[in-house]
C-alpha cells in the first residue's frame, strides 16, 4: 500500500514536473497593419486583436503599427530581409503582384484545401471584384480584408444653397463640372471655396488617376502582366486633361498637388464643397462633418467604373509552420462575416465578405447610415486596382507628371508621355525576363 | 674608405634612425596604451557598425540585380555611373545645395543673432533662451507633423493668418517652386536655437579685458563685434559650419512626413533618393553607388574643414 501510495505520489510529481515542458505557450505572432485613411483605425485594431487573442488562448497575436501602405510594404519587406518576417500584414492589395514576383508570398492554395474547401469555394465568400487583386496565376495569395473604392462626397447644405438638388448627384464629368462651378465661391479673384477637391500625393494621386481613366473608358495597366502600363492613351490624355481643366481653366479646383488628409480637411471645414475621396474616409467624415452630407458614385465621362483600394491579408514568405498555420487562424477569424463587418462599421470600408451584409448588426447598421451602401453598390462596376513590376516606382513616374499638370508646368500630353517613358525603362528588366525572352 | 669613416662616425654611435623611430614608437605606445585601451569598446562598435556596413556598401555597389529571376552580377562601376546619369539624383544633388546654403546661412545668422541679444545672464535672458532652444527638444517627426497642419492650403494656420495678405494662397508643400523652402522653414526653426548654444559658449571665451580695453579706447558696439568678437567666434563658426552642413545631409525626417519628396521630386534630398532606391525600387547596387558618392563627398568636406580648423588654430 505504502509503496503504490509513494508511486502514485511520485508519478504526481513528476506530472507536475514534466507539465510546464509539455503545455507549450501560445504561439505568439505579429500582424502588421497600415492606417492610410482618416481615423481612428490604430484603436480598433487594437480591440479587434485583443478579442482574437481572449477568443484564441493558443495564440498570441501582437498588431503592429506600420505607417501608410507604402511604409508597410518597406517594413515588411525589411523584416523579410532580416529573417523574421511578421505571420500576417495588412497589405495594400495592388502590391501583391510586385511581392509575387520577389518570391516574399506564401501561396495560400494549400492552407486552403488543408480546410477541406475549394479555391472558388473560399473565394466565393468574397465580391468577385476583389478577385483581381487577390488570384495571380490561379493561385491564391491574400484574402480581401477592408476594401474601398473612391466616392464623390458632396456638401448637402452648401449643394442647396447653390440651388443644387444633393439628392441627384453629378452623374457625368459635365455634371460635376458644373455643380463645381456653382459651388464655387469667389471675393474678386480670390477663391474662398472650391468646388471639388480631388487628392494627388504619392499613392493616392494613381489611384484617382486610374479612376479618372477607367471613368474615360481606359486601363491604367495590363491586368494580366505586370509589365505594361498605359500612360500615353487616349483615355488617360483625357481624364487628365479634364483634371487639369478643373484647375486651369475652370478655376473651381484648387491648384498644385494636394494629400489625402488636405482634402478631407478642407470637406469638413467647408471649405471645399464636394471631394473625391476612399470610402475609407466615410466614417471620420460621419464623425467630423457638422453639415448634411451626400455620396455618391465617381461621375462617368464615357462609363461607370472605379478601381478597388485597400488592403489584403498575407503571409509572408519564409515562415515557420506553426506561425503559418496560426496566421491562417487569424486571417480566417478576421475575415468571418462577423468581424469583418465590425470593421467595415467602424472605419468605413467596405467588407469585403458579401455574408457580412447579412448580419443583424449590419443590417441595422445599413438602415441608420445608408450612405455606407454607396460603395458596396458601386462595386458591380469595380475593377482590380493597378498592379505591376516594381509597382511603387512605376505609379510614381506618372504621378511626378501629373503633379506638374496640376501645379501649370506642363500640358497633359507631353507630361503623360515623359511618365510612359520614364515607367517602361523600369518596366524593361522584366520584360526582358519575361514577356520578351525567346524560347 | 676613409674619407668616409668620419661622416659615418655619428651615425654609428646613435641608433640607427628606423631603429630610433621604432623605439619612440614603441615609448609613444607604452605611455598611450591606456587611452587606446579606453577607445578599443567604441573602435569594436563602429568597425561592426559603420566601417563592417561600409565596407558592405563598397561591395553591394559593384553588383547589380535587376529581376528577381536574374542572377546577382558584377557590373564594376556602373551603378555609380548610373548614378551619376540618374536626373533625380543630380536633381536631389542641387536640391540639397540649395537647401544646404538656404538653411545654414539663416540658420547660422538667427543663432548669432540670439546669442549676442542673450549673452548676459538674468532672467529675462534665461528664460528666452530656453524659448528659443525648445525646437530643439521636439523630434523632426513631430514637428514635421506639426507643420504639416501649418502648410495645409487653405485651412492651415499659415494661411489663416497671413493668407488675406497675398493675392492668391499658396499650395505651401503641393507646388514644386515652394515646398522646398517650406521645409527649410522647419530646418531653420529648429536648428537656430541649437546653434545659439554654441554662439553662447563661444562669446564667453572672448577675453573680458581685450573687451575692456577696446571700450577705454573708445570702440563702439559695431568696432567691437568687428574687430574682436566676430574673429574669436571664428573656430565656433567653422564648427557650427560643418555641423550644419552634415545635418542638411542627414536630416530626411521632415522630407518623410511631409512631403515624401514630392511633389515632383522637388523636395527629393540625396538621403531620400538613397532610401528610395533601396526600398522603392528595390536596387540595392544604385542605393549603394549613391551612398558611396555621398560619402565621399562628405569626408573630403569635413577633411577640408578640420584642416582650415587647424591652420586657424595654428596647429602643433
Not at chain 1, 505579429?30 to 490604430?42: H, Q, R, T, Y
Not at chain 1, 518570391?103 to 477541406?116: F, H, M, R, V, Y
Not at chain 2, 554662439?199 to 577675453?207: E, H, K, N, S, T
Request: with cysteine.
Amino acid at each position: 500500500m505504502l509503496f503504490s501510495r509513494r508511486l502514485m505520489l511520485g508519478l504526481a510529481m513528476a506530472g507536475a514536473l514534466a507539465f510546464p515542458a509539455l503545455a507549450e505557450g501560445p504561439t505568439e505572432i505579429d500582424l502588421f497593419f497600415p492606417v492610410p485613411v482618416d481615423g481612428k483605425l490604430a484603436r480598433d485594431m487594437g480591440t479587434l486583436i485583443k478579442e482574437f487573442n481572449e477568443t484564441h488562448s493558443d495564440i498570441k497575436a501582437t498588431a503592429v503599427y506600420t505607417g501608410s501602405y507604402d511604409d508597410t510594404l518597406i517594413k515588411t519587406r525589411a523584416a523579410i530581409k532580416a529573417g523574421k518576417p511578421p505571420a500576417a500584414v495588412i497589405m495594400s492589395a495592388n502590391f501583391l503582384l510586385d511581392m509575387q514576383i520577389e518570391n516574399e508570398l506564401t501561396n495560400l492554395d494549400s492552407l486552403i484545401a488543408a480546410d477541406g474547401v475549394t479555391k472558388e469555394q473560399f473565394l466565393g465568400q468574397f465580391f468577385p471584384a476583389l478577385q483581381g487583386n487577390a488570384v495571380i496565376n490561379r493561385s491564391v495569395y491574400g484574402v480581401p480584408f477592408h476594401n474601398s473604392t473612391p466616392l464623390l462626397y458632396i456638401n448637402a447644405d452648401q449643394a442647396k444653397e447653390a440651388g443644387l438638388d444633393p439628392n441627384k448627384p453629378p452623374q457625368t464629368w459635365a455634371e460635376l463640372t458644373d455643380w463645381a462651378k456653382k459651388l464655387t465661391k469667389r471675393e474678386g479673384d480670390k477663391v474662398t471655396r472650391w468646388g471639388i477637391a480631388i487628392p494627388c500625393a504619392y499613392d493616392y494621386c494613381g489611384w484617382m488617376m486610374e479612376s479618372l481613366t477607367m471613368s474615360n473608358g481606359g486601363r491604367y495597366y495590363n491586368e494580366e502582366f505586370g509589365g505594361e502600363v498605359y500612360y500615353d492613351t487616349p483615355s488617360m490624355l483625357g481624364a487628365l486633361t479634364w483634371w487639369n481643366d478643373l484647375v486651369a481653366k475652370h478655376k473651381v479646383h484648387a491648384p498644385g498637388a494636394t494629400p489625402g488628409p488636405a482634402v478631407s480637411t478642407s470637406f469638413i471645414s467647408g471649405n471645399a464643397a464636394m471631394m473625391m475621396l476612399s470610402t475609407g474616409s466615410l466614417t471620420y467624415v460621419r464623425d467630423n462633418a457638422k453639415f448634411a452630407y451626400k455620396v455618391a458614385f465617381i461621375p462617368r465621362n464615357v462609363r461607370n467604373a472605379v478601381p478597388i483600394g485597400g488592403a489584403s491579408l498575407i503571409i509572408p514568405a519564409g515562415l515557420e509552420a506553426d506561425k503559418q498555420k496560426a496566421a491562417w487562424r487569424l486571417i480566417k477569424w478576421m475575415t468571418s462575416p462577423e468581424k469583418s463587418a465590425w470593421w467595415s462599421r467602424a472605419t468605413g470600408y467596405f467588407a469585403p465578405n458579401m455574408a457580412a451584409y447579412k448580419t443583424p448588426d449590419m443590417i441595422d447598421f445599413l438602415n441608420k447610415n445608408p450612405d455606407a451602401k454607396t460603395a458596396v453598390e458601386q462595386l458591380d462596376v469595380a475593377k482590380p486596382w493597378f498592379a505591376t513590376y516594381k509597382t511603387v516606382p512605376v505609379r510614381k513616374t506618372l504621378e511626378d507628371e501629373v503633379m506638374l499638370v496640376l501645379n501649370g508646368k506642363k500640358q497633359p500630353k507631353e507630361a503623360l508621355a515623359a511618365a510612359q517613358k520614364a515607367a517602361d525603362e523600369l518596366l524593361k528588366p522584366y520584360n526582358a525576363e519575361t514577356s520578351l525572352k525567346l524560347p | 674608405m676613409s674619407l668616409a669613416e668620419p661622416a659615418a662616425l655619428p651615425v654609428a654611435t646613435s641608433a640607427p634612425p628606423r631603429l630610433h623611430a621604432l623605439r619612440r614608437f614603441a615609448a609613444g605606445l607604452k605611455a598611450s596604451l591606456p587611452a587606446y585601451l579606453l577607445l578599443l569598446p567604441s573602435l569594436v562598435f563602429l568597425a561592426l557598425f559603420t566601417y563592417g556596413a561600409m565596407g558592405r556598401v563598397f561591395v553591394d555597389a559593384l553588383y547589380q540585380r535587376t529581376t528577381p529571376k536574374a542572377p546577382v552580377r558584377f557590373v564594376g562601376f556602373d551603378n555609380i555611373s548610373a548614378v551619376l546619369a540618374d536626373a533625380s539624383f543630380t536633381g536631389a544633388v542641387v536640391n540639397n545645395l540649395l537647401y544646404a546654403v538656404g538653411t545654414a546661412i539663416p540658420s547660422i545668422a538667427l543663432a548669432l543673432l540670439f546669442a549676442l541679444a542673450l549673452s548676459r545672464t538674468n532672467a529675462v535672458t534665461s528664460a528666452l533662451r530656453a524659448a528659443l532652444f525648445l525646437p530643439v527638444l521636439i523630434p523632426m517627426v513631430a514637428a514635421s507633423a506639426l507643420f504639416l497642419f501649418i502648410f495645409l492650403p487653405n485651412v492651415g494656420l499659415l494661411d489663416y493668418y497671413i493668407g488675406h495678405l497675398l493675392p492668391v494662397l499658396p499650395n505651401w508643400l503641393g507646388d514644386p517652386d515652394i515646398a522646398l523652402y517650406a521645409i527649410m522653414i522647419i530646418t531653420i526653426w529648429k536648428n537656430a536655437g541649437y546653434y545659439m548654444l554654441f554662439f553662447l559658449a563661444g562669446l564667453q571665451a572672448v577675453p573680458e579685458e581685450v573687451m575692456e580695453a577696446a571700450h577705454l579706447d573708445g570702440a563702439g558696439p559695431f568696432m567691437r563685434l568687428r574687430h574682436i568678437i566676430l574673429p574669436e567666434l571664428r573656430p565656433t563658426f567653422l564648427f557650427v559650419t560643418v555641423i550644419a552642413t552634415l545635418n542638411a545631409v542627414t536630416q530626411v525626417d521632415h522630407v518623410f512626413v511631409m512631403t515624401k519628396g514630392g511633389p515632383s521630386n522637388a523636395t527629393n534630398l540625396v538621403l531620400f533618393y538613397i532610401y528610395q532606391q533601396a526600398v522603392e525600387h528595390y536596387d540595392i547596387g544604385k542605393a549603394s553607388a549613391a551612398t558611396l558618392l555621398t560619402l565621399a563627398a562628405l569626408m573630403a568636406l569635413t577633411a577640408l574643414s578640420f584642416r582650415t580648423l587647424a591652420n586657424r588654430e595654428g596647429g602643433p
